[in-house]
């Protein structure tokens, strides 16, 4: 199994970032997705995460700016994300969850990093 998060950068105050994690070696249309960050010094966030049926959950503080989404047909988890701050600065990284019902499995992908300055 393989998740491999893509389209971090350095970015100002207000720009955007789309991040892509392909995700490969399981049976993608059954795993809820998550994106998750990590800052210097704090503890591991959840961001966004998708259903297997596409319900979405944002974290409060990204609430507005960003979007998670999924293709199945291409094995993808997206995070747009907007009007990005200097606090979104972090190690963003994907996740995948089995679905409810089938036996609890949890990957995790490598991060991408993503600098927002001021």
């Known amino acids: 199994v393989q998740l491999q998060a893509s389209g971090g950068g350095l970015v100002q105050a207000g720009d955007s970032l789309k991040l892509s994690c392909v995700v490969s070696g399981i049976s993608f249309s059954n795993y809820g997705l998550g994106w998750f960050r990590q800052a210097p010094g704090k503890q591991r966030e959840l961001v966004a995460d998708?259903?297997?049926?596409?319900?979405?959950n944002l974290a409060d503080s990204v609430k507005g700016r960003f979007t998670i989404s999924r293709d199945n047909a291409k094995n993808m988890v997206y995070l747009q994300m907007n009007s990005l701050k200097p606090e979104d600065t972090a190690v963003y990284s994907c996740?995948?969850?089995?679905?409810?019902?089938?036996?609890?499995?949890?990957?995790w992908g490598r991060g991408t990093l993503v600098t927002v300055s001021s």
């Open positions: 996740n995948a969850k089995s679905r409810a019902g089938w036996p609890k499995v949890e990957y």
């Open positions: 998708i259903t297997s049926i596409g319900s979405t």
